[in-house]
T-cell receptor, first 115, second 114 residues
């Protein structure tokens, strides 16, 4: 069965510092991997997704993630944090991208950005 | 263009009651999925409907049911509410049923069961 582990339920960085949010997955088949962001009182917004093409995926708002099969990881990074990046971030996996769109989400990481 | 709209935004019910949550997908989207997000956890898949047929079901009891209408809007019904059903219920829509298509989420319905 697929699963997602997000290391660190809370991450705090200074404005301008590197953002690194960790995600490890398990899947018996090549997965599709996703990062979503959730702002307070809003739904989820797709940041980026990996679909077995380039292993380095660039998303919106300056975020990117690298798929590392040997480490079963898909960590999210941003070189320089902005105050507006403060939100909850979810990593998700699906091993049936051609079937139906069931996503398995991690528990989330809340990112705080301080001046 | 309007995004995915859900109603109501907030709802308070008591144990044992029944609830109906509604979702209107983005115009042209034929697939609707429902997720439950308990406080402090990631969303959990409940159902997916495509062209009015159930395409997938998560690990939820039979108290949970859903349907999709000819205009592609959807309802999620929960019977015999339990305290543990308190959660944010998210609806998501996409053009087609698989994940090669981008999934768009609504802002959710916050259900509180007292």
């Amino acid at each position: 069965a697929q699963s997602v582990t997000q290391l660190g339920s809370h991450v705090s960085v200074s404005e301008g510092a590197l953002v690194l949010l960790r995600c490890n997955y398990s899947s018996s088949v090549p997965p599709y991997l996703f990062w979503y962001v959730q702002y307070p009182n809003q739904g989820l917004q797709l940041l980026l997704k990996y679909t077995s093409a380039a292993t380095l995926v660039k998303g919106i708002n300056g975020f990117e993630a690298e798929f590392k099969k040997s480490e079963t990881s898909f960590h999210l990074t941003k070189p320089s944090a902005h105050m507006s990046d403060a939100a909850e971030y979810f990593c998700a996996v699906s091993d049936r991208p051609g079937g139906y769109n069931k996503l398995i989400f991690g528990a989330g990481t809340r990112l705080a950005v301080h001046p | 263009d309007a995004g995915v709209t859900q109603s109501p935004t907030h709802l308070i019910k008591t144990r044992g009651q029944h609830v109906t949550l509604r979702c209107s997908p983005i115009s042209g989207h034929k697939s609707v999925s429902w997720y439950q997000q308990v406080l402090g956890q990631g969303p959990q898949f409940i159902f997916q409907y495509y062209e009015k047929e159930e395409r997938g079901r998560g690990n939820f009891p039979d108290r949970f049911s859903a349907r999709q209408f000819p205009n592609y809007s959807s309802e999620l019904n929960v019977n015999a509410l339990l305290l543990g059903d308190s959660a944010l219920y998210l609806c998501a829509s996409s053009l087609e049923p698989d994940l090669r298509e981008k999934l768009f989420f609504g802002s959710g319905t916050q259900l509180s069961v007292l």
